[in-house]
């Protein structure tokens, strides 16, 4: 491939949405050399920030900065740039002081052209946008690398995610290492966002004693993973662990299941539960979580049931799939065929084909399947997922809290409390109907079964 020519120009750079304490960029300048390296620089006020990129053009070369021909060339063009991006800076810049970045990117390899020889930009037709995230704000998606303490990157948009290069469409699940290496995690913007938990009267298979429907408003955006924790990913954190899963194939990519409650946050090596690290402690610090915390800074834990089922939904309301189709029966769902794994109540009728493996059922790798509207997998079927809370049948007056008792609302349930934790999802072994947004479920937290596993959650922004 072969870039002839391309003219970049110096022009000022784009923050994000106007916020609080927004962080200011300024003095954007970018050049290319004769290796056809671009190299841009900013300068950023009230640092620390999270910084992300795009590079824009315009056919009309004197367009105004705020022009509505600005066009982005795309994510897939530019997630290979390096540097100052991707990730928060100005760690050590004191209040009032400005960081200056530095960001290189090589537009010859994610850039090529429809005919592989590049383009040719007119001077001035091209422009850097740089954009500085407060730490109350970050983008939408977070990778976590697994093999290096404190390495965390920030991309605003799927299409920006690295190993989405080269024509790559679904960087996702393309890229081996979300499912290995490193932890991708999904924004879910629910703060001050009033919705109906439970199922409507006429839902398919609902258990009106535990699904009543009920509004929720939820007061913090979360970040919850794309994918189920699967089996390299446990072993990257859980070193201390002898914890074994069931269906260990296809390069450890399918879900970590036969893994209880409590070895995820509270014990190490035991099922028994310790007390003294039920949330709201913070987990354990030799177990996964706990390990996964002092790794990467980050406060990793499970779900609520709440952030759990708003996640789910996708924006979709009772009678609904993540992807919009409607929920049709409670055995076999051809709807549900195309989002999970899941089975009839008779043993053999999973819906496996020849390319998912093993034909005789089981777990399928995380991504096996279609995504939600909001590009999570697996939310439907696959495995059950262990969720924060205890258990209890009746939830409605909680208004999505965690943990709240229900004799007494004021109260967390303690680790003498409660009796069982909630599970969310439905499995590979379960009908249809189980895999339902607001299907309610709950196991003993010493419980290990090769149908159990579990996703993260964390806090949406950095603390």
């Known amino acids: 491939m072969n870039i002839k020519q391309l003219t970049l120009a110096v022009l000022t750079a784009v923050t994000g949405?106007?916020?609080?304490?927004?962080?200011?960029?300024?003095?954007?300048?970018?050049?290319?050399?004769?290796?056809?390296?671009?190299?841009?620089?900013?300068?950023?006020?009230?640092?620390?920030?999270v910084v992300t990129l795009d590079i824009q053009t315009n056919a009309n070369v004197s367009a105004a900065a705020n022009d509505p021909g600005w066009t982005t060339i795309g994510g897939t063009a530019i997630c290979n740039a390096q540097g100052d991006v991707w990730r928060k800076v100005g760690n050590d810049i004191a209040q009032g002081q400005t960081f200056s970045g530095t960001i290189t990117w090589q537009p010859d390899q994610t850039w090529p052209g429809t005919d592989?020889?590049?383009?040719?930009?007119?001077?001035?037709?091209?422009?850097?946008?740089?954009t500085a995230w407060p730490l109350d704000n970050t983008p939408d998606y977070m990778v976590v690398d697994l093999a290096a303490a404190n390495t965390v990157r920030y991309y605003p948009g799927v299409d920006f995610l690295p190993g989405s290069e080269m024509g790559q469409k679904?960087?996702?699940?393309?890229?081996?290492?979300?499912?290995?290496?490193?932890?991708?995690?999904?924004?879910?913007?629910?703060?001050?966002?009033e919705w109906t938990m439970g199922s409507a009267d006429g839902e398919t298979q609902r258990n009106a004693a535990t699904e009543t429907a009920h509004a929720v408003t939820l007061t913090n955006n979360?970040?919850?993973g794309v994918f189920n924790v699967t089996q390299a990913q446990w072993k990257n954190?859980?070193?201390?662990?002898?914890?074994?899963?069931?269906?260990?194939?296809?390069?450890?990519?399918?879900?970590?299941?036969?893994?209880?409650?409590?070895?995820?946050?509270?014990?190490?090596?035991?099922?028994?539960?310790?007390?003294s690290y039920n949330w709201p402690a913070a987990p354990n610090p030799s177990s996964f979580l706990g390990l996964l915390r002092t790794k990467t800074g980050i406060d990793f834990d499970l779900p609520s049931e709440a952030q759990w089922e708003f996640a789910a939904r996708a924006g979709h309301g009772s009678g609904y799939w993540n992807d919009g189709s409607a929920i049709k029966n409670s055995d076999l769902d051809t709807n549900l065929n195309n989002l999970g794994r899941y089975g009839e109540d008779n043993p053999g009728g999973w819906n496996v084909t020849s390319s998912l493996g093993p034909s005789a059922g089981g777990t399928a790798?995380?991504?096996?399947?279609?995504?939600?509207?909001?590009?999570?997998?697996?939310?439907?079927?696959?495995?059950?997922?262990?969720?924060?809370?205890w258990y209890v049948v009746d939830i409605t007056a909680n208004n999505g809290r965690l943990n709240i008792d229900p004799s007494a609302s004021a109260n967390t349930l303690s680790g003498t409390t409660g009796q069982t934790r909630a599970l969310r999802g439905?499995?590979?072994?379960?009908?249809?109907?189980?895999?339902?947004?607001?299907?309610?479920?709950?196991?003993?937290?010493?419980?290990?079964?090769?149908?159990?596993?579990?996703r993260l959650a964390c806090t949406a922004g950095l603390r």
């Not at 939600?372 to 809370?389: A, I």
């Not at 709950?442 to 159990?452: E, G, Q, V, Y």
Request: hydrophobic share 40%; charged share 15%; aromatic share 8%.
């Open 426 to 454: 439905g499995s590979w072994l379960n009908h249809g109907g189980v895999c339902r947004p607001a299907c309610r479920a709950d196991a003993d937290p010493a419980l290990r079964n090769f149908n159990i596993g579990f």
């Open 222 to 224: 979360y970040y919850i």
């Open 116 to 130: 592989g020889n590049g383009f040719k930009i007119a001077a001035n037709g091209a422009r850097a946008r740089v």
């Open 17 to 49: 949405a106007a916020m609080a304490a927004m962080p200011e960029v300024s003095n954007v300048t970018m050049t290319q050399a004769a290796n056809r390296l671009v190299t841009i620089t900013y300068q950023i006020t009230d640092a620390p920030a």
């Open 365 to 389: 790798n995380v991504g096996s399947y279609a995504p939600s509207d909001w590009g999570l997998y697996d939310m439907h079927g696959n495995v059950w997922e262990w969720c924060l809370d």
């Open 170 to 193: 679904d960087a996702v699940t393309n890229n081996p290492a979300y499912k290995t290496s490193k932890l991708i995690m999904r924004k879910i913007i629910a703060s001050g966002v």
């Open 237 to 275: 954190i859980a070193i201390n662990s002898t914890a074994v899963s069931e269906f260990k194939v296809e390069g450890d990519m399918r879900p970590m299941e036969r893994v209880s409650y409590n070895e995820i946050r509270n014990a190490v090596n035991t099922t028994t539960a310790n007390t």
